[in-house]
């Protein structure tokens, strides 16, 4: 078990010195972090102080009212000030951290008056005692010291066809160039998916961002936009750094962001892995970059276990999700490829986001459309992950289906995935050659992309808005969906109507239209009052 609060410091082995932040060893009677008892470097940590009693909770409250449809005020969001103004910090807990890092000999590299976020530089390790002694004011602690970062990679795979292929039938399904026998394309997918236009330019104002720890090569995005006669449109923005190789997620992210996204402005966010929780950069970098440059449609193709990432960091993740969605900007989270699991991968997992699972056509490639088998779903186990109330009604009616489920199954938490788009053998460029994937990785981006063209359509109407928190606007629309009846998981089946691990279901060849019609038509009925 996690020993007390005033063991951190003092041990006599490694079960002294367990934490909620992260593992520590012990080493010459002290709680180290592992690695650090040899390291001479400096090294830093970024502090996500508590904010006021009942803070979160007013957020949280604020963001399903302006994402509920039904609401006079659907879509009104706030500004990056206005929700800073609601997520205030205890000024005790920021003098807290100021004595700490004082007392430590560390410096205060970002802070100003009224942050929730603080980054401190240290001399050498973060020591057990400055993270005892900053504990009271914190929610988290995410640092460099740490020799083991929580992994958060969804390695993509290349399937083995078992067997004898056999070619697909014309009327074997709506959306039949949706198979790997040849590879899926970015014609064969605008057309499945009913993507006809776009915006003629960029909109800055809005705009997409592939959030990855891996680099990319511009001249394999520019190679695959000519190979499949699309425009000509490179990565608009870096934050961070590209360190140049061309990773394969990083590769599919990018190529198909912009496949379904076409000419949205779009953004590159490199997850540095500087610390010990990747997340960590991409979270401080958002809530502090301006309205009017953030993108508002963020694709991650990343996750960890949720009992690897810890409570009280799902706990917060969850809230900083949540003051994003506030300000306009939709997040999306590839579901995974573990097939069922009990503990869900997170980001995914969180009622904050939207998370997308992976469909194909059978292990043969010449059945209908179905759930991909490796495709994860299934019920969160965070206590922080419950349901959002606008998933309870598809959850109640997926437990009045039969099919094969868990044994037992707890209702009161979120279901994973929100919906699915196409995963198997999709075909990218990467260091100047091609290649095809597989996974919900590469479905994540393609429905990122589609979320950012209807805010594009938005924009054209007139309307000053984006769809930020999507999840209760998507489950008020579940008709617009194609169904997915068939598939399993390993654990879990597909059925009619809501299941967790399709989903909704995923996009036919009208369901990006029908969305875009939905959303105007939300929009034009309000009184749009300001509140």
């Given at each position: 078990?996690?020993?007390?609060?005033?063991?951190?410091?003092?041990?006599?082995?490694?079960?002294?010195?367990?934490?909620?932040?992260?593992?520590?060893?012990?080493?010459?009677?002290?709680?180290?972090?592992?690695?650090?008892?040899?390291?001479?470097?400096?090294?830093?940590?970024?502090?996500?102080?508590?904010?006021i009693?009942?803070?979160?909770?007013?957020?949280?409250?604020?963001?399903?009212?302006?994402?509920?449809?039904?609401?006079?005020?659907?879509?009104?969001?706030?500004?990056?000030?206005?929700?800073?103004?609601?997520?205030?910090?205890?000024?005790t807990?920021?003098?807290?951290?100021?004595?700490?890092?004082?007392?430590?000999?560390?410096?205060?590299?970002?802070?100003?008056?009224?942050?929730?976020?603080?980054?401190?530089?240290?001399?050498?390790?973060?020591?057990p005692?400055?993270?005892k002694?900053?504990?009271?004011?914190?929610?988290?602690?995410?640092?460099?010291?740490?020799?083991?970062?929580?992994?958060?990679?969804?390695?993509?795979?290349?399937?083995?066809?078992?067997?004898?292929?056999?070619?697909?039938?014309?009327?074997?399904f709506?959306?039949?160039?949706?198979?790997?026998?040849?590879?899926?394309?970015?014609?064969?997918?605008?057309?499945?998916?009913?993507?006809?236009?776009?915006?003629?330019?960029?909109?800055?104002?809005?705009?997409?961002?592939?959030?990855?720890?891996?680099?990319?090569?511009?001249?394999?995005?520019?190679?695959?936009?000519?190979?499949?006669?699309?425009?000509?449109?490179?990565?608009?923005?870096?934050?961070?750094?590209?360190?140049?190789?061309?990773?394969?997620?990083?590769?599919?992210?990018?190529?198909?962001?912009?496949?379904?996204?076409?000419?949205?402005?779009?953004?590159?966010?490199?997850?540095?892995g500087?610390?010990?929780?990747?997340?960590?950069?991409?979270?401080?970098?958002a809530?502090?970059?301006?309205?009017?440059?953030?993108?508002?449609?963020?694709?991650?193709?990343?996750?960890?276990?949720?009992?690897?990432?810890?409570?009280?960091?799902?706990?917060?993740?969850?809230?900083?999700?949540?003051?994003?969605?506030?300000?306009?900007?939709?997040?999306?989270?590839?579901?995974?490829?573990?097939?069922?699991?009990?503990?869900?991968?997170?980001?995914?997992?969180s009622?904050?986001?939207?998370?997308?699972?992976?469909?194909?056509?059978?292990?043969?490639?010449?059945?209908?459309?179905?759930?991909?088998?490796?495709?994860?779903?299934?019920?969160?186990?965070?206590?922080?992950?419950?349901?959002?109330t606008?998933?309870?009604?598809?959850?109640?009616?997926?437990?009045?289906?039969?099919?094969?489920?868990?044994?037992?199954?707890?209702?009161?938490?979120r279901?994973?995935?929100?919906?699915?788009?196409?995963?198997?053998?999709i075909?990218?460029?990467?260091?100047?050659?091609?290649?095809?994937?597989?996974?919900?990785?590469?479905?994540?981006?393609?429905?990122?992309?589609?979320?950012?063209?209807?805010?594009?359509?938005?924009?054209?109407?007139?309307?000053?808005?984006?769809?930020?928190f999507?999840?209760?606007?998507?489950y008020?629309?579940?008709?617009?969906?194609?169904?997915?009846?068939?598939?399993n998981?390993?654990?879990?089946?597909?059925?009619?109507?809501?299941?967790?691990?399709?989903?909704?279901?995923?996009?036919?060849?009208?369901?990006?239209?029908?969305?875009?019609?939905?959303?105007?038509?939300?929009?034009?009925?309000?009184?749009?009052?300001?509140?």
């Open positions: 078990g996690c020993c007390e609060p005033q063991q951190y410091q003092c041990c006599t082995s490694d079960a002294d010195c367990c934490t909620d932040w992260g593992k520590l060893e012990c080493s010459v009677g002290v709680c180290v972090f592992p690695g650090a008892s040899n390291s001479t470097s400096s090294s830093q940590a970024v502090l996500f102080l508590k904010h009693d009942g803070a979160a909770e007013k957020l949280k409250a604020e963001l399903l009212r302006r994402s509920d449809p039904d609401s006079d005020i659907f879509l009104s969001w706030l500004s990056r000030d206005e929700v800073r103004s609601i997520l205030q910090p205890n000024a807990h920021f003098e807290t951290v100021a004595m700490a890092v004082a007392e430590h000999g560390a410096q205060l590299l970002s802070a100003q008056e009224g942050d929730d976020k603080v980054t401190v530089q240290f001399p050498g390790p973060m020591s005692g400055f993270l002694a900053v504990e009271p004011a914190v929610d988290w602690v995410s640092h460099s010291s740490a020799q083991s970062p929580l992994d958060v990679s969804m390695p993509l795979r290349h399937r083995v066809v078992k067997g004898e292929v056999k070619p697909v039938q014309e009327d074997a709506p959306q039949s160039c949706l198979s790997s026998l040849d590879g899926v394309t970015p014609t064969c997918l605008r057309s499945a998916y009913g993507i006809t236009g776009g915006a003629k330019k960029p909109s800055t104002a809005r705009g997409q961002a592939f959030i990855v720890n891996q680099g990319f090569h511009p001249s394999d995005i520019a190679q695959f936009q000519r190979q499949y006669k699309l425009p000509n449109q490179p990565v608009a923005r870096i934050v961070g750094t590209n360190p140049g190789n061309a990773g394969d997620e990083a590769s599919l992210d990018g190529q198909y962001i912009m496949t379904t996204g076409q000419y949205v402005t779009t953004t590159y966010v490199y997850l540095d500087s610390m010990d929780n990747p997340f960590t950069n991409w979270l401080v970098w809530a502090k970059e301006p309205d009017a440059t953030i993108a508002k449609v963020h694709s991650l193709s990343l996750g960890a276990p949720e009992n690897e990432v810890g409570d009280s960091i799902i706990g917060r993740m969850n809230t900083e999700m949540a003051a994003l969605g506030l300000r306009g900007i939709t997040i999306l989270f590839a579901s995974g490829d573990s097939g069922y699991q009990p503990q869900q991968k997170f980001g995914a997992a009622p904050f986001v939207t998370a997308v699972g992976g469909i194909w056509n059978g292990e043969m490639r010449d059945s209908v459309l179905q759930s991909d088998e490796l495709s994860t779903g299934g019920f969160a186990a965070s206590s922080q992950n419950k349901a959002g606008w998933q309870a009604a598809a959850i109640a009616s997926y437990m009045k289906t039969f099919g094969q489920r868990p044994a037992h199954i707890d209702t009161s938490q279901a994973v995935p929100d919906l699915s788009a196409y995963d198997d053998d075909n990218i460029v990467q260091n100047g050659g091609n290649t095809a994937l597989s996974g919900t990785s590469a479905a994540c981006p393609m429905v990122a992309g589609m979320m950012a063209m209807i805010n594009d359509a938005l924009a054209a109407a007139g309307h000053n808005t984006t769809l930020g999507v999840n209760p606007f998507l008020a629309n579940e008709a617009a969906f194609l169904d997915i009846t068939k598939g998981n390993r654990g879990i089946q597909a059925v009619k109507g809501y299941d967790p691990i399709s989903g909704l279901g995923t996009f036919s060849t009208t369901t990006l239209d029908q969305l875009t019609t939905a959303a105007l038509k939300a929009l034009s009925s309000k009184k749009r009052s300001p509140q």
